[in-house]
């Protein structure tokens, strides 16, 4: 698609001060950006070279192949990597110094395979479930888990960098979950220690614990949604005392514009029918870009500083506002579906409210189609 008609503008100073803002706030705790699902849908690789630039040392992502194409797109620093499949071959990532998470005595014989492969010691991160029920070694497979990793370590086969697990319900402040996956985890490194584990890093806090939970931080914080700028639940940060600006800014170009006579049906299905002349626009986004069909008749967009509604559903590649009778916008006018909200257009939060999601997952799903068009002010190397 043409940047013009539409585009992501990323913020990268935005996304720098929100990196700055967090890393202030757990200090002393060490922070990892998590770059998964191309950086939340802001693109990998510039959000990894801002973040390095900012001087992050561990960039965080889901699948072995996004940690790979860090590498490709020429990241030299600390990655950790955490879901893959029993099939998933675990020698590229040793051989390129990617740290792996294991939970399981048959994942560090792999890792240990892979380093013997490679002529290269494994960086491991040992995962216990201590109550999410996704991956992680049970309480009870703990200690089995960790026997075996300082078994491997004494070859010279594998390092444990790591101890880690991951919450279930920190952006709920007070649910009973968080309390007892804190005990879980401080007793799991216990048990690891005993054992003879000594990892350089303890992680158990996402984003909302990042904000929330000091006692959550241990020696390092996995920070993804916040350093978006978008708030892992409504009103977080501010409980937290810090201000997080968004860093995607979704607009387009009205590609149509036109006066239609009340008792006319828009969009397909004719879910709206005008009840007075009208004037509508045409926004040239759709579902296949990450604009969420149910957001159809709820959300609305800003337009020179006031908002508009969407009206009828929206389609694949483009949807249908309500301009108002009095209109005088034209084709080639600006609207923008989400933004920081600064200029009274909606932000990626609104939507999720409309949609009854949450702001993950309006920017992650903003598709391949859309161009990134990135927004310094510093000059950040590798990203134009
Ligand atoms: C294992 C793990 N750690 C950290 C994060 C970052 O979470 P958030 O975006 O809430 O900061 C995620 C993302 O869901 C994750 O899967």
């Known amino acids: ?25 757990v200090h002393p705790a060490a922070m990892m950006i998590v770059v998964k699902a191309e950086g939340y849908g802001h693109g990998l690789l510039p959000i990894a070279a801002a973040a390095r630039e900012r001087g992050i040392e561990w960039l965080g992502a889901a699948t072995p192949a996004e940690a790979l194409a860090l590498r490709e797109g020429g990241d030299t620093g600390r990655v950790l990597t955490w879901l893959y499949g029993p099939d998933t071959d675990l020698t590229p990532l040793v051989a390129a110094d990617i740290d792996v998470s294991a939970q399981s005595e048959e994942q560090i014989a792999r890792l240990v395979a892979a380093a013997g492969t490679v002529e290269r010691v494994a960086r491991v991160h040992l995962k216990v479930d201590t109550g999410l029920s996704r991956n992680g070694a049970t309480v009870d497979d703990w200690p089995r888990v960790c026997a075996a990793a300082v078994e491997a370590e004494e070859t010279g086969a594998v390092e444990v960098v790591g101890v880690w697990s991951h919450f279930a319900a920190s952006d709920e402040p007070g649910h009973p979950s968080v309390a007892a996956q804190l005990q879980v985890f401080r007793a799991a490194c216990e048990v690891a220690e005993e054992i003879g584990v000594r990892p350089r890093v303890r992680h158990l806090a996402n984003s909302a614990a990042a904000l929330l939970l000091p006692e959550a931080h241990f020696d390092l914080v996995r920070v993804g949604i916040a350093a978006y700028g978008v708030e892992p639940a409504p009103g977080l940060a501010t409980l937290a005392g810090i201000q997080l600006q968004p860093v995607m800014r979704l607009r387009a170009q009205l590609a149509n514009v036109k006066q239609i006579a009340a008792g006319t ?6 879910t709206w029918v005008a009840d007075r002349a009208t004037t509508v626009g045409l926004v040239p986004l759709g579902y296949a870009d990450g604009v969420p069909r149910h957001a159809s008749d709820l959300a609305s967009v800003g337009l020179d500083g006031r908002r508009v509604p969407v009206r009828g559903r929206i389609c694949m590649d483009q949807f249908v506002v309500e301009l108002g009778p009095e209109s005088t916008a034209k084709v080639g006018d600006e609207v923008v579906l989400f933004g920081s909200g600064s200029g009274g257009e909606p932000t990626a939060q609104d939507w999720a409210a409309v949609c009854d999601t949450i702001g993950y997952e309006i920017v992650t799903r903003i598709g391949a189609r859309v161009p990134r068009v990135y927004v310094a002010r510093v000059d950040v190397e590798g990203v134009g």
């Open 1 to 25: 698609m043409d940047p013009l008609t539409a585009s992501a503008e990323i913020d990268l100073d935005a996304f720098a001060a929100n990196v700055d803002t967090l890393r202030a706030h």
């Open 265 to 270: 049906g828009v969009s397909y299905g004719h």
